[in-house]
């Protein structure tokens, strides 16, 4: 759980431009984003993948999880789309959980 020397997420944390930030947390601009705003989050704590979730306190999920829609909403975005790739086979290729937030042009529309 402790920052990794070799991660680049661990390395964003330490030294990214960060749009938003609370206590564990930091939100981040993807640097090849798939909508007109796509951003990350992530936990300052290094844990791989989500399926590691329930290393989480009870207390700093839920944080996380309103760290999510705290970092949307001052994104400027109602409506969002939030992704967690889960391993390899689902397209994950950064090993740090980190959650997609994508919105400003719905694929709905
Ligand atoms: P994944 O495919 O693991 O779910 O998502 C990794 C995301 O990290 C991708 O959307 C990719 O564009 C983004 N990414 C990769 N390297 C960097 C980087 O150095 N800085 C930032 N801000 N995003 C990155
Ligand atoms: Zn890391």
Not at 10 to 38: M, Q, S, W, Y
């Amino acid at each position: 759980m402790a920052s990794q020397p070799d991660c680049l997420f661990c390395r964003l944390v330490r030294e990214g431009d960060h749009v938003n930030a609370t206590e564990g947390f930091v939100a981040v601009e993807d640097i090849n984003p798939k909508a007109p705003v796509h951003l990350l989050v992530l936990p300052e704590r290094h844990v791989d993948t989500f399926r590691e979730v329930g290393k989480f306190e009870d207390d700093e999920a839920r944080r996380m999880l309103e760290f999510v829609a705290d970092t949307a909403e001052k994104a400027g975005l109602e409506d969002y789309q939030v992704i967690v790739n889960v391993g390899r086979g689902a397209g994950q290729t950064v090993f740090h959980l980190h959650w997609h937030v994508l919105g400003g042009g719905s694929p709905f529309e």
